[in-house]
């Protein structure tokens, strides 16, 4: 390996146990694409937006105050979006010598840059949570910058994703200074 930020170290790379990951290589860097995992909440939201539009339709054509029910529109358009953003959408972290990228898409959803001169250090974050029924983890990684705020540069759905995306940022930043 050199000091030039290379991708050689791709060759030796461990297996990543995700299905929703790849690695690949782009000129000057890496890529790793994570696929939205399309599960019950993303499912939930998507049943409900349908709802809220069913009742916008039905309020709309029975009722002379249609105004309420173009809220009811909105609410459902948004949770349909958010929904069908679980199914189609990936997440791709994109880094070089000189940048961070996070792009999600197809479905337009907000992303992330910075660059990789800022980041000091780089770590995998596991979070408890919980409510009244139950618990469950959170896992991110997360970019500590030069003036010493956090930034979480992708949210996972488990700890082997975080890790793997971890280790790669790492690893290629490492040999890229």
């Not at 696929?35 to 309020?59: D, E, P, R």
């Not at 009811?72 to 349909?80: D, P, Q, S």
């Not at 996070?102 to 992330?112: R, S, T």
Request: hydrophobic share 40%; proline share 3%.
């Amino acid at each position: 390996m050199t000091d030039q930020g290379t991708t050689d170290h791709i060759d030796e790379l461990p297996y990543c146990p995700c299905k929703t990951m790849k690695l690949e290589t782009i000129p000057g860097g890496i890529a790793i694409t994570r696929h939205w995992q399309f599960n019950a909440t993303f499912k939930v939201l998507g049943g409900l937006g349908l709802l809220l539009i069913v009742a916008f339709l039905y309020g709309f054509f029975t009722s002379a105050n249609n105004w309420f029910f173009v809220i009811w529109l909105i609410a459902g358009l948004c949770l349909l979006y958010v929904s069908l953003t679980g199914y189609f959408n990936s997440t791709r972290v994109s880094v070089t010598k000189n940048e961070i990228t996070i792009n999600n898409g197809p479905l337009p959803w907000p992303g992330k840059r910075i660059l990789s001169n800022e980041v000091t250090r780089l770590y995998f974050r596991k979070e408890k949570q919980k409510n009244q029924v139950n618990s469950w983890f959170n896992y991110a990684v997360v970019a500590v910058l030069q003036n010493g705020k956090e930034m979480v540069l992708e949210n996972c759905d488990d700890d082997s994703q975080a890790l793997f995306l971890d280790f790669e940022l790492t690893h290629f930043l490492g040999s890229a200074k």
